[in-house]
């Protein structure tokens, strides 16, 4: 708790001077994370308890990649720990980024982010945490279950663009970057929230629970139903969907990089609320975790306990 409460204050004292560094996990690229005041451009309700927030920012849209998430603080001083929310779109040329998110109850921090409205200002940090490697070449099963949807969609987008992040560590511009993608989504019934905008990006198909649209079940129901094949799965959703997809890619000998969803405390690596199981030790903490928030949000499947 004193580390925790000793890193808060290095945040509040580096306020409106926005730039923190840390090491990637990956080795050897410098992440920059800057801490805002955003501005919220536009919000609406996508239905269900579930809001989209688009907000006007100084730095952290040129920063962020897909797969990477931000912090949002809310303006009630007794709320002292941020939410995190994934990213859902990036506009680097207007300096916006677009948040999905679902509201988890009354008097929570979503809550208070529903009610906000054009020209409010939010405090916010970030982009935190990895985003999602591409290998170009191979292809691939973009799956989102659940409030895990919206980060898939700007991955999408990025592959179709030819930007997105290859294992060299470099944005690949152009067909090099270029992947045969379909797209699996996965939800509880008809509200079928961005589903829309990701059939603009590639094929995509669609699971319900209640079997309202699409295949009945879940989203590898809706991959046999449909005969799809690829190569590697890149997916993020509830746990239950990612070790169900972990372990089909293991039969079906796929590469899977999954984004995970984890309740976190700092967002930034110093509390140790968010850790995982691995394979490997962490050289931070020199036991077999990992920090969702640091290291993650997306890995490699074989190396993290589902």
Do not use: W
């Amino acid at each position: 708790m004193r580390i925790f409460q000793e890193h808060l204050q290095i945040v509040n004292k580096s306020f409106g001077k926005l730039k923190y560094i840390n090491k990637r996990n990956q080795g050897d690229k410098m992440a920059e994370k800057f801490e805002e005041i955003a501005v919220v451009v536009d919000q609406s309700s996508l239905g269900n308890g579930i809001y989209d927030l688009t907000l006007k920012t100084d730095k952290i849209a040129k920063a962020a990649r897909a797969g990477q998430f931000v912090s949002v603080y809310s303006n009630d001083k007794s709320k002292l720990l941020p939410r995190p929310i994934s990213l859902c779109g990036i506009n680097r040329a207007d300096d916006t980024i677009r948040l999905v998110y679902r509201v988890t109850g009354e008097g929570t921090g979503t809550e208070e982010f529903s009610k906000l409205v054009r020209g409010d200002k939010v405090r916010i940090l970030g982009p935190l945490g990895n985003g999602f490697t591409v290998e170009p070449g191979k292809k691939a099963f973009l799956i989102g279950g659940g409030i895990g949807v919206p980060p898939m969609l700007q991955l999408a987008k990025d592959i179709n663009a030819g930007i997105v992040q290859t294992p060299g560590g470099e944005k690949n511009p152009g067909q090099s970057a270029r992947v045969d993608m379909n797209i699996v989504m996965g939800y509880r019934d008809e509200n079928t929230f961005l589903l829309d905008e990701f059939k603009e990006q590639a094929a995509s198909f669609v699971a319900t629970e209640d079997g309202s649209v699409g295949t009945k079940g879940n989203v590898i129901d809706a991959i046999k139903e449909n005969a799809l094949e690829a190569d590697v799965i890149y997916a993020c959703g509830p746990m239950p969907m990612l070790r169900a997809l972990k372990a089909y890619a293991t039969e079906h000998d796929m590469d899977c990089f999954v984004s995970m969803e984890e309740r976190m405390a700092c967002g930034i690596g110093a509390c140790l609320a968010c850790v995982c199981k691995t394979k490997d030790k962490d050289a931070h903490s020199n036991v077999n975790n990992k920090r969702i928030c640091k290291e993650g949000p997306v890995f490699d499947a074989k190396e993290v306990e589902l």
